[in-house]
């Protein structure tokens, strides 16, 4: 806004002009001179000035209002995206947990399976080497079983042999004797049981038990007792010696005979 003043007042002319009379004489105001002051410019500058004002205002009011609705707005999403990743580390964080606790499960199973694997290796390689010391006893026991088995033939042939020479020996023994033989119910063991050998008591018997099942003879059992007496040996050595079985029985009978009288 400009002030402009004109200058209207001379004072070197109203120094050489006549003064007034008092009748005539100008006003004071009269002699001021003309002020222009621009109020109505001013307005309308003010007024302009006005109006920028509010749109600048109004403009930073809307601007300020996007910005915190904006704002507010990224707020919420953040917020969301804090809960969906709290909820995805939650998530995870049971995952990991779940994931652990199998870890460790499997680690248990894993330790009890070495155990179990270990264990049956040891029980297998103890069950291998029993299976070979069972083989081992087995081959030796069938060994065994076939000696004693051809050494049986073998006896059972001299036996049927003998049988052939000794029947009517035997014969006369149980006829005029009394000799009876009997089964023991063991291998290889055969009971003689003797009568007439007490004049007094003719049906009274006297038996031995011999046994075979060695590569010698031996008397197991007797009534009347004579295992061991020094006559017995020699007959059972001859026995050995000679196969002689009239001879045996005739000296073991001799010797039941001496006991029982």
């Known amino acids: 806004m ?7 007042l001379n004072l070197g002319n109203s120094i050489a002009r006549a003064p007034y009379s008092s009748s005539a004489a100008p006003s004071m105001a009269s002699t001021l001179p003309p002020l222009n002051f621009g109020f109505d410019d001013l307005r309308a500058r003010m007024s302009s000035f006005t109006s920028r004002f509010d749109d600048f205002i109004e403009r930073g009011r809307r601007r300020v209002l996007e910005e915190r609705n904006h704002f507010r707005m990224s707020i919420a999403e953040i ?27 499997q680690v248990v199973e894993t330790d009890e399976m070495s155990e179990a694997i270990a264990s049956l290796t040891f029980t297998r390689d103890t069950h291998a080497v029993n299976v070979a010391s069972l083989r081992s006893r087995l081959a030796s026991t069938q060994s065994s079983v076939n000696s004693k088995k051809a050494t049986q033939r073998q006896q059972s042939q001299y ?18 004797l009394g000799l009876r033989i009997e089964a023991t119910g063991v291998p290889d063991q055969v009971r003689f049981v003797f009568t007439n050998c007490d004049r007094s008591k003719p049906l009274r018997e006297a038996w031995f038990e011999l046994d075979m099942t060695g590569k010698g003879y031996g008397i197991i059992k007797s009534r009347p007792r004579i295992e061991g007496k020094e006559a017995v040996e ?13 001879a045996f029985l005739k000296d073991i009978r001799q010797t039941l005979v001496s006991e029982m009288n």
């Open 234 to 246: 020699r007959s059972l050595q001859s026995m050995g010696e000679n196969e002689d079985l009239g």
């Open 159 to 176: 036996l049927s042999h003998q049988e052939s020479f000794n029947a009517p020996e035997l014969a006369t023994w149980e006829e005029c």
């Open 2 to 8: 400009a002030l402009t003043l004109e200058p209207t």
């Open 79 to 105: 917020s969301e995206d804090q809960v969906a990743k709290e909820r995805d580390i939650d998530v995870l964080a049971n995952k990991a947990e779940n994931h652990a606790s199998n870890v460790a499960l």
